[in-house]
Structure formats: structure tokens, C-alpha cells
T-cell receptor, first 114, second 114 residues
Framework: GESVGLHLPTLSVQEGDNSIINCAYSNSASDYFIWYKQESGKGPQFIIDIRSNMDKRQGQRVTVLLNKTVKHLSLQIAATQPGDSAVYFCAVAGGGTSYGKLTFGQGTILTVHP | ETGVTQTPRHLVMGMTNKKSLKCEQHLGHNAMYWYKQSAKKPLELMFVYSLEERVENNSVPSRFSPECPNSSHLFLHLHTLQPEDSALYLC?????????????FGQGTRLTVV
């Protein structure tokens, strides 16, 4: 089976700092990884994804890094803003699941202080 | 707006009540999902529908009964729930079941069972 974990349940940063949120997974056959952002009162919102044939992928102010050797991925947010305050989930798929089911981590609460 | 709309946003029901949650997607997707989000727990997949056919039931108690009358609408019928069923229920959709990882979520229904 798949288990997904997060190293830190909460992260507090100052506005303008860079944020790094980490996630570990257990199934070495996992081949697709997503980061979601969930603001209070809203459903999860897709941020960025990466497939197992890549080590790094960049979006707007966000970068996802994948280390398949140690089964670890991270989300880096550059110049963090108060609007980035939310819960961030990693999700993992693949490894033989038939319907592309996602296994979600518990989430990291990111708080950005002005 | 993600294109996935859930109603109601909040619901309080007694253990003997019967209620239904509604989800509608305007994205032309063929697969729809119900997830349960409890406090301090990862998102749990409940049901998967593909082209109006249920293709996955993750050992969900029979007091939860899904219905998918067409590819745009998904319901979750609730009957004789327990207080521990109180949670945020999220609907999601994706292009098809095999691309279920690229899911778009609704804002959820906050359910409280008293």
C-alpha cells in the first residue's frame, strides 16, 4: 500500500521568505505526485505536479523537487506572501492503482506573517 | 471557481434523518469522486464513478449511498449517520477515471451529525 507523510505539521515564515514543505512516500512504484493548497472553507486546489521521470519542475513562484532514491518530495514557495497561508497537501498516485487514486498526506499548515 | 459546485455548503442532521449532498461539474469530465476529510486525517477516497458507473467503493458503510444520474451530477445520500461521520465531504471530477489524479475539487459540504 501507499502511505504518505509530512515532516512538519506546521510552518511559520515571514513575508518574503522562501518556504519549503516536505513530504515522504513509501511506495517506490509511485509515478505521479501532486501538491494541493487548501484555504480555509475551500476544497483543495491544484498547485503543481511532477511525474517520476523528472526531478524538478517549476511553476510560478513554486518548485517541486522529487528524490526517488529516498522517496521524498518537496514544495518550495519563493517570496512567500500572506495569501500563501493555507494547508498544503502532497498526494501520490501510481504503483499499480487501477483508477489513478490519490493517496494524500495529512497536510502542513503554512502561516505567513506580514 | 473550479467548475465543481457542491450544495449545501453546511448541513446539520440528526442521526435518524435522511439527507443528500449534491455535486455538479461543468467541466465535461467523465469521472467523479466523493472524498471524506476529517480533522487531522488525510483525505479518504469514498467512491469513484466513471461514465455514471460506480467503479470503486472503498469499504464505505451502507449508510452512505452514492448516485450518479449523469456524468455532470453526483449525489451522496445519507441515512442514519453517526456523530463520527461529521466531516467535510468533498466532490471532485477528472477527465476520466484513468486520469483521476488530475482532479478538480468542489468547496465541500461541512456535515455535522448530532
Amino acid at each position: 500500500g501507499e502511505s504518505v507523510g509530512l515532516h512538519l505539521p506546521t510552518l511559520s515564515v515571514q513575508e518574503g521568505d522562501n518556504s519549503i514543505i516536505n513530504c515522504a512516500y513509501s511506495n517506490s512504484a509511485s509515478d505521479y505526485f501532486i501538491w494541493y493548497k487548501q484555504e480555509s472553507g475551500k476544497g483543495p486546489q491544484f498547485i503543481i505536479d511532477i511525474r517520476s521521470n523528472m526531478d524538478k519542475r517549476q511553476g510560478q513562484r513554486v518548485t517541486v523537487l522529487l528524490n526517488k532514491t529516498v522517496k521524498h518530495l518537496s514544495l518550495q514557495i519563493a517570496a512567500t506572501q500572506p495569501g500563501d497561508s493555507a494547508v498544503y497537501f502532497c498526494a501520490v498516485a501510481g504503483g499499480g492503482t487501477s483508477y489513478g487514486k490519490l493517496t494524500f498526506g495529512q497536510g502542513t499548515i503554512l502561516t505567513v506573517h506580514p | 471557481e473550479t467548475g465543481v459546485t457542491q450544495t449545501p455548503r453546511h448541513l446539520v442532521m440528526g442521526m435518524t434523518n435522511k439527507k443528500s449532498l449534491k455535486c455538479e461539474q461543468h467541466l465535461g469530465h467523465n469521472a467523479m469522486y466523493w472524498y471524506k476529510q476529517s480533522a487531522k486525517k488525510p483525505l479518504e477516497l469514498m467512491f469513484v464513478y466513471s461514465l455514471e458507473e460506480r467503479v470503486e467503493n472503498n469499504s464505505v458503510p451502507s449508510r452512505f449511498s452514492p448516485e450518479c444520474p449523469n456524468s455532470s451530477h453526483l449525489f451522496l445520500h445519507l441515512h442514519t449517520l453517526q456523530p463520527e461521520d461529521s466531516a467535510l465531504y468533498l466532490c471532485a471530477s477528472s477527465q476520466d477515471k484513468n486520469r483521476g489524479t488530475e482532479a478538480f475539487f468542489g468547496q465541500g459540504t461541512r456535515l455535522t451529525v448530532v
